[in-house]
């Protein structure tokens, strides 16, 4: 039985910006990304509710693409005191090591700085923030197809055992064994 909803990718995602030049020239500079359609209204769409804005789409390759709204006659945009910084961010992948290395050594060159490399086990990845306060990360994978394989064996395993517990699952902890090996042979 096939699913009713036959999905074929995400179409875009949608964040909210400062400045819509500011943002579209910062991901054209530091990224590589390119800016490809702007729609403006001062009605919106699906609701009629006016509300004048700019919505800018930018390529972030592989058909992804990143979009964002400045809202000029909405409240400064904020950030859910609630939740931590490092939760909500947008992942960008990039495609080897040698690449998230080269892109870190772009981006600080930019005057920005940028956390990382952090091992996650079959990933690496940077961190930084760009001008709206947005975390960005850039990853690479480097896990093998069996290690992807046994994550995607446990992981309902993990899903069950949190739901029940609120406490961490240890069926990938070797995850972090990987990454602490790696660690400790470079120190």
């Not at 609701?47 to 809202?71: Q, S």
């Amino acid at each position: 039985m096939t699913h009713p909803v036959n999905l074929s990718g995400i179409h875009h995602a949608a964040y909210r910006c400062k400045d819509a030049r500011e943002t579209v020239e910062w991901y054209a500079r530091v990224l590589g990304m390119t800016y490809t359609t702007a729609f403006a209204e001062d009605h919106v769409p699906s609701t009629g509710e006016y509300d004048p804005y700019m919505h800018v789409f930018l390529d972030a390759g592989n058909g992804n693409i990143l979009a964002f709204f400045e809202l000029p006659n909405q409240p400064e945009m904020g950030k859910d005191p609630n939740t931590p910084e490092w939760v909500q961010h947008l992942a960008l992948k990039v495609p080897s090591e040698e690449a998230l290395l080269a892109a870190k050594a772009h981006i600080e060159a930019q005057g920005i700085d940028v956390l990382g490399p952090t091992h996650h086990g079959i990933f690496k990845s940077i961190y930084f923030f760009d001008p709206n306060g947005h975390r960005v990360e850039l990853a690479a994978d480097i896990g093998t197809s069996e290690q992807y394989e046994e994550l995607a064996r446990v992981a309902p395993v993990m899903l069950e055992e949190w739901s029940q517990t609120k406490k961490a699952p240890r069926h990938a902890d070797w995850l972090h064994e990987i990454a602490r090996a790696e660690h400790a042979a470079k120190g």
